[in-house]
């Protein structure tokens, strides 16, 4: 069985240039996460979609971060425009729906914002 | 607001020795707990987690971790490290069984020959 693909693996920008990172969920995984990993961090919630639809984008900063799941399978997070402090890791994740559903991670994007 | 805390940063075991690696977590609640480990440059991979009943959790690759309400705590243990052990490891909580997580800082392992 496929794994949760992301892509770019890597990826150098700019700071206030633009930048997407692209998720293929795990086939009929109908919830998909996004966390952001800073160096010397754990992971941190950025997004959970269930389906095409957003259930909890709190700590997502909504000035810069945007986020869409059309048609409830491949997901896009952008971000415009990039700061500095936005170099880390993104990682996606995905699971069956419903409670206890294991989720399975990515390997994820390292964005270097330079 | 919930918080864990991995105070750690590294762990130094020889090849053969037990591991320890401590967790503690703060919520008004019993919450749902979770091991993950993440190799370099891969994605993170579940241990193991607690939802309810036994507070004694097996995991996969032989670790095993013991959830103590008393002391907030999730310690992962392992009886006999393997250098393929090497990596940063995770403790996570989650106030519902989704996998909406709060992961701690990580504890990295290394291992000695």
């Known amino acids: 069985e496929a794994g949760v693909a992301q892509s770019p693996r890597y990826k150098i920008i700019e700071k206030r240039q633009s930048v997407a990172f692209w998720c293929n969920p795990i086939?009929?995984?109908?919830?998909l996460y996004w966390y952001q990993q800073i160096l010397g961090q754990g992971p941190k919630l950025l997004i959970q979609?269930?389906?095409?639809?957003?259930?909890?984008d709190s700590q997502l900063p909504k000035d810069r971060f945007s986020a869409e799941r059309l048609k409830g399978v491949d997901s896009t997070l952008k971000i415009q425009p990039a700061k500095l402090e936005d170099s880390a890791v993104y990682l996606c994740?995905?699971?069956?729906?419903?409670?206890?559903?294991?989720?399975?991670f990515g390997q994820g994007t390292r964005l270097t914002v330079v | 607001a919930q918080s864990v805390t991995q105070p750690d940063i590294h762990i130094t075991v020889s090849e053969g020795a037990s591991l320890e690696l401590r967790c503690n977590y703060s919520?008004?609640?019993?919450?749902?707990l979770f091991w993950y480990v993440q190799s370099p440059g891969q994605g993170l991979q579940l241990l193991l987690k607690?939802?309810?009943?036994?507070?004694l959790v097996q995991g996969i690759k032989g670790f095993e971790a013991e959830f103590k309400r008393s002391q907030s705590s999730f310690n992962l243990r392992k009886p006999s490290v393997h250098w393929s052990d090497a990596a940063e490891y995770f403790c996570?909580?989650?106030?519902?069984?989704?996998?909406?997580?709060?992961f701690g800082s990580g504890t990295r392992l290394l291992v000695r020959p």
């Open positions: 994740a995905s699971s069956l729906p419903g409670g206890n559903a294991e989720a399975f």
């Open positions: 086939s009929g995984h109908a919830t």
């Open positions: 979609f269930q389906n095409n639809g957003v259930v909890d």
């Open positions: 607690y939802f309810s009943g036994d507070t």
């Open positions: 996570a909580v989650s106030m519902d069984s989704s996998y909406k997580l709060i």
């Open positions: 919520y008004g609640a019993t919450p749902y």
